[in-house]
């Protein structure tokens, strides 16, 4: 039988967990609110921790640098698109392909508005570019669509001329975000129109 003790130290030991992971939360929370206000190179980890009322000690304890929660920014919409491609999809017929493609775009306009302004950053473009690079999560992406265009389950299989339209469709949902951002340097969020337009883009350059 469970002792007292033991049940008791069970549920500190949770409370303590869900606290840890709130901190860590409002640290990217805060990080990008001043990272959109003041720009990447213009926020310190000291103003971070001044926002939040703790000491550089504190902040470390969860992010070792700052280039750490950048990265961790970067990841959170990857990790909503990784998300949607953990999803079944039927990627052999085109209604599913476009129903997949049009779940990605939604993930990736999933960014709160401080991150989109965090994304605008030009000197940031190439730290973020490096952080997807890295995540493998484009090539994911477009193998996905090209093997379920030539209606295989191995990507060695793929056709070449399917992989290469997987891969335009998918550059070309990543150059209609990042003109987007240009066109609209004021707008925070994507409308429901925006994502519609992105995701016909893919649609037509992958089915083309």
């Known amino acids: ?32 609110k001043l990272f959109s206000e003041r720009g990447y190179a213009g926020t310190s980890i000291r103003d971070i921790a001044d926002a939040l009322g703790v000491t550089k000690a504190a902040l470390y304890y969860h992010f070792p640098s700052k280039d750490a929660i950048l990265g961790e920014l970067v990841a959170q919409p990857l990790a909503a698109v990784r998300a949607v491609l953990a999803e079944p999809h039927r990627l052999t017929d085109r209604a599913g392909r476009e129903t997949f493609i049009r779940s ?7 960014c709160g508005p401080e991150m989109m302004v965090v994304f605008r950053d030009p000197k940031l473009l190439a730290a973020v570019d490096a952080e997807v690079e890295d995540s493998g999560i484009i090539r994911s992406v477009a193998t996905m669509l090209a093997m379920g265009l030539s209606g295989v389950r191995r990507p060695a299989e793929v056709n070449p001329e ?29 409308s429901d129109d925006d994502q519609d337009v992105i995701a016909r883009l893919v649609i037509a350059t992958l089915e083309s």
């Open 1 to 32: 039988m469970e002792s007292t003790e033991t049940r008791e130290d069970t549920h500190e030991d949770a409370h303590e967990d869900a606290r840890r992971t709130d901190t860590h939360q409002r640290i990217l929370e805060v990080s990008a």
């Open 162 to 190: 399917h992989m290469v339209r997987a891969i335009a469709a998918v550059a070309a949902a990543e150059a209609a975000i990042n003109s987007w951002r240009l066109v609209y340097p004021d707008r925070a969020h994507f």
């Open 104 to 110: 990605a775009v939604d993930a990736l306009a999933s």
